[in-house]
């Protein structure tokens, strides 16, 4: 799988092109051929080429889809059910942005559960409350859950990350009871939903560092079923000091990350931890496909890897867009091959 993934010296390439024209040249010898060619003939004057990226990925996962069978074809579904989570995030922020439903609905990826005519379904609603009634009536399984935490949302003076919080608990709650068998198909998957998990947690804890919250506000914050205990999670909070929350990490891989990101931290404040948090959960779904050549780990490793590729792309498109410097588009480049690492 990893075959059909550009490579590091194609990047190059990419980023050492003149202008906008020259770097569609170099994309047409690749698998985005059709889609950019797509999105200039309806619009050339400014084609969308982040739609076009994404209905590439959106090809290729499908394809993983239809190509497995059986407890692979359930695992895969798995790891695509994080879409779900994310296409219901972009419905409900759309709303709250006043975006139409068009521009909502070019940002999905439907490629879990919850199909496109649904999402259209959905996107279609005029306000929050009545994308969630959609939802439900929809029978899609993040309704409930929705509807539960809805009277919070209008306390908290219609925070929409209340929303997000119990979409997420759920999402992973119930993936996390989906994994428990012992075969080491499930035990990759699982490894790969507590990573995320840890990283959201992490992100959680550099955000909140200094507010002042009670113990049962801060729990509820957390998302359970990550390496973290709870008595670890509040204990970190209570510290209160960046510094301190990244000296005192107890995993000694993950403090080695929070260190990196502090080092950065000054210069493009919370971004960093952001940037390294995403950087080492691709790191992980990469290491994946090594473990066993002919597991499920060789689909997770494409599945990131795939979208390292599309957040890279973005980058070189956008800077030639706006004309940076070429050393700057390369400087913000992230690659992951093998044991070998740069970015």
């Known amino acids: ?115 496109m005519d649904a999402l259209e379904q959905v996107a279609g609603e005029r306000e929050i409350r009545d994308c969630i009634n959609a939802i439900e009536m929809l029978r899609l399984r993040y309704g409930r859950v929705l509807q539960a935490a809805y009277s919070d949302y209008v306390k908290k003076d219609r925070d929409l990350a209340v929303l997000e919080l119990a979409i997420d608990k759920f999402y992973y709650q119930d993936n996390v009871d ?43 914050l957390r998302i359970p079923g990550g390496s973290l205990e709870i008595d670890q999670f509040l204990e970190l909070h209570r510290l209160g000091d960046l510094v301190r929350i990244v000296s005192e990490y107890p995993d000694p891989r993950t403090r080695k990350l929070l260190e990196k990101a502090y080092a950065e931290y000054h210069e493009i404040d919370i971004v960093a931890f952001d940037k390294e948090l995403e950087r080492e959960t691709t790191r992980r779904g990469a290491a994946m496909s090594n473990v066993n050549v002919l597991g499920i780990g060789v689909i997770i490793g494409y599945m990131w890897l795939k979208q390292n590729e599309m957040a890279n792309l973005r980058i070189i498109i956008r800077g030639k867009m706006m004309g940076r410097p070429q050393a700057d588009i390369k400087n913000d480049l992230f690659f992951v091959g093998g044991t070998e690492e740069s970015s």
């Open 1 to 115: 799988m990893r075959s059909y993934l550009l490579t590091k010296d194609f990047f190059t390439r990419l980023v050492e092109t003149p202008d906008l024209e020259g770097l569609h040249s170099v994309l047409e010898q690749t698998v985005y051929r059709r889609y950019l060619n797509e999105a200039i003939l309806m619009k050339p004057e400014s084609p969308d080429y982040d739609q076009a990226l994404l209905l590439n990925m959106i090809a290729s996962f499908l394809r993983i889809l239809d190509s497995t069978g059986g407890e692979p074809h359930r695992l895969c579904r798995i790891l695509m059910s994080r879409y779900d989570v994310q296409n219901i995030k972009t419905i409900l922020r759309g709303k709250v942005g006043n975006a139409t439903p068009g521009e909502i609905l070019k940002l999905m990826i439907p490629v879990g559960r919850v199909k």
């Open 178 to 220: 989906k994994l428990k068998d012992k075969d080491a198909n499930v035990e990759m998957v699982r490894q790969m939903i507590v990573a995320e998990i840890d990283m959201r947690n992490i992100s959680t804890l550099v955000r909140t560092r200094g507010l002042k919250l009670d113990d049962e506000e801060v729990e509820n």
